[in-house]
């Protein structure tokens, strides 16, 4: 049977078993929620075995477990290491969801749900076109599944895990389908990735919140001052100011810098999307460069004194921020992370008290075009879609593609489906059936090249 | 009966009679407690009848009711206005308090609870006060009592009801006691406050949150516009920015100046007892002028962002602040008010937008120590604490006494217990049991002068 006969006689099926999977709220960074970590890992383990894997187990790690699948082929066979996550990010804000973040709905052809793409939807289409491929007799090489529950996190627990268990999980290349692509119409490859560093910044000032009338004036506010050591961390050239951050940043080649101005791109329409009048970045640099091949620093969160309704005067006692870097190819994360906790502390004031914690990291990535694998992901996308895909690096960060390389030696293709539209980590996070449906078509036909 | 012997006879019942007021958690600032309003109107007003009025009311106004009551000696005499509120700050952060907030204990001589001193505790002074004299017909003149349920959240309605209530309110002097003293041995009047204004501050970027890696770099953050902004405010010499801002700010002049140089002030331990290794504050003058003769700028809260455990990478579409200043005698909190939105406004960036909601202000006041009913305030402090009490300008705010002063056309008094270390607006707000007696006595001794 032809794949887009199979998809149209199973879909059903398909999309129950993915909302299945979405109805569990396994959301790593919130406590409450390791019971649906484990549930929505076993759902996994279920649905590979379904799908035509010889056998599929839970592997406990130092924090969420893993599910691991696999089918093998012939011992003689290459083998493909498919990675993917089961867990997701927090819901919130909920109140500006238009349906419930863990209660799927298909409108308008797509499907809205927390998880819907990142990455319980991009997920499925591998393990859908994986049973297309047993079932019909395509499969010539052995097929391997991790998928863990750390991603959204950091996967604090992969690394020890992947040293553990090198023997098991040794592969030709690894596939992944977790970013994506220019445009629906813009079928695209990712080949390179921006690393991350986050930390939380505690500013201490009084040892308990004060009346802002009897003391404002004379005693230093840790929110005025933490907002003052957060501005100074960009100049307004956009550049960051951290001494030596700069210093392993690879220039953008000039050629990359050219095929980056050919891709089509539409400020104007980029600007609208997400309702902005202007864009702002570092200067010398194309919106393009800025958020693929050069590094940012965000403030993903601050809180402080009273932020309840009406009016409280008073000055706090602390104030928080959580910060991140995307760092480019070539900056380590770690000498990053030590980097920014001296500035911080370098220009902590001596009327408050500074702690920066690091919180999780990981390197930048790049993807040769030459690769195999990477030719056979080109084909894949080229049937499905009916062009052949660029070739772009990406500004979001899957810090364990750098891990794969480093611990097991294997280089990875990022397969990614998804759209800037698809609102991942945000409230209406959704997935297109059309992509989900195409998207099978193209890891199905990756399959069939890479046997060759 | 001496009032010492009154107040030792009759202390537990006082006590009980405060404890019940502050177990009504009455926090104006949070509407799901409007039932609480009313209850702990209606208490005051059984407690005022009971400790001697002629009658006691209920008056509505455009926010929470009022409490009124009166006692008339005759209609020659003159008459005092004693003003105070039962409404509180909200509790937060709970988890900060010894004991419950709205439970009240007392431990180590003092009553610990939310109210204990502000305003609750200092209003029973006065009830108190007033229950002795009547008593023991010492009362000489008309005694007139108007509590209100707004102040904390900046009295807006007083201002109507003021003006509704002229005739009712007629008096020639208005009482107050709801500011501090210097120290538990260093008793004063305050005879200067500082003015508010305040602020709420939305900053929008894009129009939903953001994956920080696939738009960072390439999109205004509004947490890190916000805080850009909020650090322009105040310069390195601790001046705030706002152009115009010191335009009526009147030097505060040279005696005044040296004055404040001789009150008795250990910086060292006023440092130690908020816990501070350096102060900050405007350059050229001293932490005693800073926090009482010259105008602040105080972030008195903020969020925006991710703010859960953990980390979650996300580029919000929101920040939010809440902002105030405290302005000094002659700065006129409208005028100021508009300054600063103009200013913010100026300020803010094309990449974002920017609003900023006025939420309440108000005048700076100055008291004459030449007033009699100062000098009848003055001897009562003598006899209570055994030395003549310090006239000293305070920075707290408390906007409606220019408004007694506009509308009403009558001086005030402000006869105030507290001291720093009561922690009011703060967890583990308390009061001093040898304060709340010897505070009775001082009042009991301003009626008996204010009579002469």
């Keep these: 049977m032809e794949i887009k006969q199979y998809i149209k006689e199973n879909e059903s099926r398909f999309l129950e078993e993915l909302f299945s999977l979405i109805r569990i709220p396994s959301i790593s960074a919130l406590p409450q929620h390791k019971d649906d970590m484990l549930a929505c890992a076993e759902r996994w383990r279920q649905l590979l075995l379904e799908a035509g894997a010889d056998e599929a187990m839970i592997m406990p790690s130092q924090g969420n477990p893993l599910v691991y699948a696999e089918k093998r082929v012939s011992p003689d066979a290459p083998t493909v290491l498919i990675y993917a996550h089961y867990d997701v990010m927090p819901a919130e804000p909920l109140e500006l969801w238009k349906s419930q973040p863990f209660e799927p709905e298909v409108r308008d052809g797509h499907i809205w749900a927390r998880g819907a793409d990142d990455d319980k939807g991009q997920a499925m289409i591998q393990a859908k076109a994986f049973e297309y491929v047993v079932k019909e007799g395509l499969l ?183 910060v991140s870097c995307r760092l480019v190819p070539h900056q380590n994360h770690e000498v990053i992370s030590k980097l920014f906790v001296d500035y911080i502390n370098s220009i902590a004031p001596e009327y408050v008290q500074v702690k920066v914690t690091p919180m999780h990291g990981g390197e930048g990535y790049v993807c040769p075009i030459s690769l195999p694998a990477y030719q056979a992901a080109e084909k894949g996308f080229t049937k499905a879609f009916g062009k052949k895909p660029l070739a772009v690096r990406r500004g979001g960060s899957i810090p364990i593609i750098s891990d794969f390389e480093q611990i097991l030696g294997i280089k990875t293709v990022l397969m990614g489906f998804g759209l800037e539209s ?31």
């Excluded at 091949?293 to 008073?314: A, L, N």
Aim: glycine share 8%; with cysteine; charged share 25%.
């Design 422 to 452: 698809d609102a991942i980590h945000s409230p209406n996070e959704n997935f297109s059936l059309d992509i989900f449906r195409k998207g099978i078509e193209a890891v199905v036909e990756f399959h069939k090249e890479f046997s060759k």
């Design 140 to 322: 010539k090489h052995n097929v391997k599944f991790i998928f863990e529950g750390e991603e959204e996190i950091g996967s604090p627990s992969l690394n020890a895990f992947l040293k553990e268990h090198k023997e098991l999980l040794k592969a030709d290349v690894i596939l992944v389908s977790d970013t994506s692509m220019l445009g629906a119409d813009l079928p695209s490859l990712t080949t390179g990735l921006r690393g991350l560093a986050y930390w939380e910044i505690e500013v201490t000032g009084p040892n308990r919140d004060l009346h802002s009338g009897h003391f404002g004036g004379a005693v230093a506010n840790p929110i005025n001052t933490l907002c003052s050591m957060l501005a100074q961390v960009i100049d307004a050239d956009g550049r960051i100011t951290i001494p030596h951050f700069y210093d392993d940043v690879e220039e953008v080649p000039a050629a990359e810098r050219d095929m980056i101005a050919h891709i089509p791109f539409d400020e104007k329409k980029y600007m609208e999307a997400i309702g902005v009048k202007a864009l702002k970045g570092e200067k010398g640099y194309s919106t393009l460069e800025r958020n693929s091949c050069r590094p940012s620093f965000d403030v993903c969160g601050i809180w402080g004194g009273y932020t309840g309704e009406g009016s409280k005067t008073v000055l706090p006692s602390k104030a928080y921020a959580k």
